[in-house]
């Protein structure tokens, strides 16, 4: 017996095994994650199409839907997300990695796969999704660093950032953190981090400055949220709004006493967890490197 997915399709039945993937991925050249109308290359696309060529339903020509923890837009780019899907595989999930990389573009990576519980959802079933936003502050832009941080030339108070953030933090009403086209029913949300890191860009970049971090830690997500709070940050720095900005937001749920939607391309989906956020949450120590290698030898922090 087959029920309906969240596009309204037929899904399979709940004898059928589930699966849940990590992916990570660079979002430059992709329509977001979630599958949209036809002739947009999505993320969700290509897994799709990959696992039509490794599952006994692509043989059939039926469908394996996949779906995301996080509907991550147009150029936004992702170190963990997480996707399930059904399928009976006779591929093993120590092996599934490699068979589904050899069927995607480079700029998409499966990096874990595991089996999942019945009616696993990557979305709902979320205890907290932690994204980063990466600023290049220096006179001149990086080569390496254009496609995944935001070049930004101007000096910043990152003290009256981190004021502004302060108010971020517990249970809130975000209504005045979203853009239009959003199609959440409340827009309650808990934060359980909001920071901003410093670091000094690499000595092989002449000009000098430094990446900043961004980092925020949350139960869930309005339309744009993230890139809206880095915007008002950017705008609080430079002494054109004032630190107490975002409480008044809060209060007031005017999207319009907040700073412009930073863009895209600086924007990383980094871990999505499924413990309590006290324990799959830890802060990471400042300084701390990630294990992402740019080219040139450059690390993201």
């Known amino acids: 017996m087959r029920g309906e997915d969240a596009l309204g399709r037929g899904r399979p039945a709940d004898d059928v095994p589930r699966y849940s993937l990590v992916v990570a991925y660079d979002g430059t050249a992709y329509h977001g994650f979630q599958l949209q109308r036809p002739g947009l290359d999505t993320v969700a696309a290509r897994l799709e199409a990959a696992l039509a060529k ?38 093993p999930c120590d092996h599934l990695p490699q068979a589904l990389n050899s069927h995607l573009p480079p700029d998409i990576v499966v990096l874990s796969a595991q089996r999942a519980a019945p ?9 907290s999704k932690t ?8 006179p001149l832009p990086s080569p390496f660093y254009r496609k995944w941080s935001l070049h930004f030339p101007f000096r910043l108070d990152l003290e009256a950032c981190r004021a502004a953030l302060e108010p971020l933090e517990g249970r809130h009403d975000f209504a005045a953190f979203r853009d239009t086209g959003s199609s959440a029913q409340t827009t309650t949300r808990t934060i359980h981090r909001a920071c901003i890191e410093s670091r000094p860009v690499p000595a092989w970049h002449p000009p000098g400055g430094e990446v900043l971090t961004f980092e925020v830690t949350g139960d869930g997500f309005l339309y ?42 600086g924007l990383w989906l980094e871990r999505v967890s499924y413990e309590s956020p006290t324990e799959a949450e830890a802060a990471p120590a400042r300084g701390e490197p990630s294990a992402a290698l740019l080219p040139g030898g450059v690390y993201l922090p």
């Open 54 to 91: 490794i599952s006994p339903e692509g043989e059939r020509g039926e469908r394996v839907v996949v779906t995301g923890a996080s509907r991550t837009d147009a150029g936004v780019h992702a170190k963990g997300q997480v996707c399930a899907f059904s399928s009976r595989l006779t591929v």
């Open 119 to 127: 009616g696993f959802d990557p979305r709902r079933d979320a205890v």
């Open 131 to 138: 994204y980063r936003y990466y600023v290049w502050r220096s």
């Open 224 to 265: 744009h949220m993230v890139r809206i709070i880095v915007g008002t940050m950017l705008e609080v720095g430079q002494g054109r709004l004032p630190p107490d900005v975002t409480r008044e937001a809060l209060r007031s749920g005017v999207r319009e006493e907040l700073g412009p939607t930073a863009p895209a391309h």
